[in-house]
C-alpha cells in the first residue's frame, strides 16, 4: 500500500473513531450488563434496547461546565484526561485485526503496544496531583502502584510468547497460530510451543490485563465506598468522559493483545466468516468477560491486590519463563 | 551528512517534511528540558521531563529505530519518570523547588562556564567532519541482539555493573541509620 497523505488520514480517523464509537457503546454494555446481573433492566428509554443513551450522555457531558478547582495546576489538569485516551488510540495504529486490516505493522509491535501503555499510567499520576485533593492523590497512588506492580508479570509472560514465536510482530505471532483451533497459543501440546503451562500464562495475561485497566475486582483507583470516586473527583463535564473513554479503550487495547498473543488473533476455529470476524468475535467475548467479572466478583483490598501481584503472579510467570525456555532447548 | 541534505530541500517533498519532523521533535525535547530545568513546582518539572523523553524517542523512531525508539518510551517514561514522581509525591504537593543561589558558581562565573561549554561544544560540532554513516541493518530486534552480545559484549557487561552500583547505592541509602 503506497503511503499517501489521503490513507494516513482515513486510517487515524478510523482509529479515533473506532475507539471512541466502542467507548460510547461499551459503556452501554457495560450497564446493560450489570442491569442483567442485578435483575434489573438497565438504560432502556431511549431508542430500542436503550441504544440511543451513549451519544446522549455525550451530549449532556459536553454541555456541562469544565471547572477547575482552585488551587489545582490548570494544565495538568487539562492535560490528564487527554493523556488518557491518547496512548490507546496510538496503541490502535499497530494492531492487525486481519491479513489486511492494519494501519502499520512494525516489526516491534509488541514493545509499540505496551510502550505507550506505560504512557497511561501518567495520566493516573497528573490526575490524581494536580486536582489538589487528598482522596484524588490517593487513589492515584493507588492505581499507579497497581500499574506498575502489574505490568511486570504482564510483560514477563509476554516474553514466554514471544520467546515461543520467536519475534515481536503481531501479525506473525498470529500467523503462527494459524491452522487449526489446537495451534492457538492457548492449548498446549498442541501448537508450536508444546507448553503445558501455557493456560497459565493465559490466566495471568488475562488477569494482569484486568489489574492494568483498573477494572474490578482491581478498580482500587476507583473505590467510591472510601474515596470519594477516585483520581478522578474532581473532574466534570467531557474530562471525566475522557477518563471514562480512556477506560474503555484500554480495554479494548487489552482484549486484542489477549486475543492477538494466545488466541490465535484472526485465525477461524471452523471457517464461515473471514478472519476480522473472527477476531470482532473473540475480543467482544473477552470484554463481554470482563464486564461479567466487575459485576460479580467484590473489590479486593490493596494489599490482598499488591500480594497477588508481588507474591503469586511474578514468580509464577518467571517460573513459567525458565520452563518456557528450557522445553524451546530441549525441543 | 551527504551532499543532498547540506542542500536545502524543498518543503514539500518527503525530505522537506522529513526535515519538518525533525525539527518539531527536536523542539518538543528542548521545550520538555526547559520545562523540566525552570518549573518550580516539582511535578510539572516531572512533566517537562515525560515530555523530553517522548521527544527523545521520537528521534529515535526518526533515524530509522523503532526497538531504541519504544524502549526509551517504556523505560524512560514507563519505569523512571513514574518512579521520580512517586518519590515526589511522598512529599506534600505545594512543595516548592528552590531556585535560589545555591553554590559559590552561582550568578557570573556560571554564565561564563556556561559560556565556555556552549562555545566549545558549537566549535566541535562545526569544525568536526562528520562521516555519513552507512545504514548498517535493519534495526530488528534479533540483530540489536546480535551484535550486543558479540560486537559489543563489553558495553552490555559495563552497563550492568552500573546497575549493580545503583542497586548497592540504593542500599546503602535505605539502610543508613539517622
Given amino acids: ?331 | 551528512m551527504n551532499q543532498s541534505m547540506l542542500t536545502h530541500p524543498n518543503l514539500f517533498t518527503v525530505e522537506g517534511m522529513a526535515g519538518v519532523v525533525f525539527l518539531i521533535l527536536i523542539f518538543v525535547t528542548l521545550t520538555g528540558g526547559f520545562i523540566a530545568c525552570t518549573s518550580r513546582r516539582v511535578v510539572r518539572a516531572i512533566a517537562g521531563l515525560i515530555v523530553c523523553f517522548v521527544g527523545v524517542a521520537g528521534l529515535y523512531f526518526f533515524l530509522n529505530s523503532p526497538f531504541v525508539s519504544m524502549m526509551q518510551l517504556l523505560i524512560y517514561v514507563g519505569a523512571i519518570a513514574v518512579a521520580i514522581s512517586f518519590a515526589v509525591m511522598l512529599a506534600a504537593p505545594e512543595e516548592k523547588k528552590k531556585l535560589g543561589p545555591t553554590g559559590p558558581l552561582e550568578g557570573p562565573l556560571a554564565f561564563g562556564s556556561a559560556a565556555l561549554l556552549a562555545g566549545g561544544f558549537s566549535v566541535l560540532v562545526l569544525k568536526t567532519k562528520w562521516p555519513a554513516m552507512a545504514k548498517t541493518n535493519d534495526g530488528s530486534i534479533k540483530e540489536i541482539g546480535i551484535r550486543l552480545l558479540t560486537e559489543h559484549s563489553m558495553v552490555f557487561e559495563l552497563i550492568s555493573i552500573v546497575l549493580l552500583i545503583a542497586i548497592l547505592g540504593a542500599l546503602v541509602l535505605a539502610r543508613r541509620e539517622d
Avoid at chain 1, 487539562?78 to 496510538?90: D, E, R
Avoid at chain 1, 495520566?123 to 511486570?152: D, H, P
Avoid at chain 1, 476507583?222 to 477506560?247: C, D, I, K, Q
Avoid at chain 1, 518467571?318 to 520452563?323: E, H, S
Wanted: proline residues 5%; glycine residues 8%; aromatic residues 14%.
Fill in chain 1, 1 to 331: 500500500m503506497r503511503l499517501t497523505l489521503f490513507n494516513v488520514v482515513v486510517a487515524v480517523i478510523i482509529a479515533i473513531a473506532f475507539a471512541a464509537v466502542n467507548a460510547a457503546y461499551l459503556v452501554w454494555a457495560e450497564r446493560r450488563g450489570a442491569a442483567r446481573i442485578q435483575r434489573r433492566p438497565g438504560p432502556n428509554i431511549n431508542g430500542p434496547f436503550g441504544l440511543l443513551q451513549p451519544p446522549l450522555d455525550g451530549i449532556k457531558l459536553m454541555a456541562k461546565q469544565l471547572t477547575i478547582p482552585g488551587g489545582a495546576d490548570k494544565i495538568l489538569f487539562i492535560a490528564a484526561p487527554v493523556l488518557a485516551m491518547f496512548p490507546a488510540i496510538m496503541s490502535f495504529v499497530t494492531i492487525p485485526f486481519s491479513e489486511n486490516i492494519v494501519a502499520k505493522n512494525m516489526n516491534v509491535g509488541v514493545l509499540m503496544i505496551f510502550a505507550f501503555a506505560a504512557l497511561g499510567s501518567t495520566s493516573l499520576l497528573f490526575a490524581g496531583w494536580s486536582s489538589r485533593n487528598k482522596y484524588a492523590m490517593m487513589a492515584s497512588i493507588r492505581a499507579v502502584s497497581q500499574t506498575v506492580a502489574y505490568e511486570i508479570p504482564m510483560l514477563i509472560t509476554t516474553i514466554t510468547v514471544v520467546m515461543i514465536a520467536g519475534s515481536m510482530d503481531l501479525m506473525e505471532i498470529v500467523h503462527q497460530q494459524s491452522g487449526s483451533i489446537l495451534s492457538w497459543n492457548i492449548f498446549p501440546l498442541f501448537g508450536r510451543s508444546h507448553n503445558i503451562l501455557m493456560p497459565m500464562s493465559f490466566l495471568i495475561f488475562f488477569t494482569c490485563t484486568l489489574a492494568e485497566t483498573n477494572r474490578a475486582p482491581f478498580d482500587l483507583g476507583e473505590a467510591e465506598s472510601e474515596l470519594v470516586a477516585g483520581f478522578h473527583t474532581e473532574y466534570g463535564s467531557m474530562g471525566f468522559g475522557l477518563f471514562f473513554m480512556g477506560e474503555y479503550a484500554n480495554i479494548v487495547i487489552g482484549s486484542c493483545m489477549t486475543t492477538i498473543l494466545f488466541l490465535g488473533g484472526w485465525g477461524c476455529p471452523f471457517g464461515l466468516f473471514p478472519g476480522v470476524w473472527w477476531f470482532i468475535i473473540k475480543l467482544y467475548l473477552l470484554i463481554a468477560t470482563f464486564i461479567w467479572i466487575r459485576w460479580t466478583f467484590p473489590r479486593t483490598t490493596i494489599y490482598g491486590l499488591l500480594n497477588l501481584s508481588w507474591k503469586i503472579l511474578i514468580p509464577l510467570s518467571l517460573f513459567n519463563l525458565l520452563f518456557t525456555a528450557g522445553l524451546l532447548k530441549v525441543f
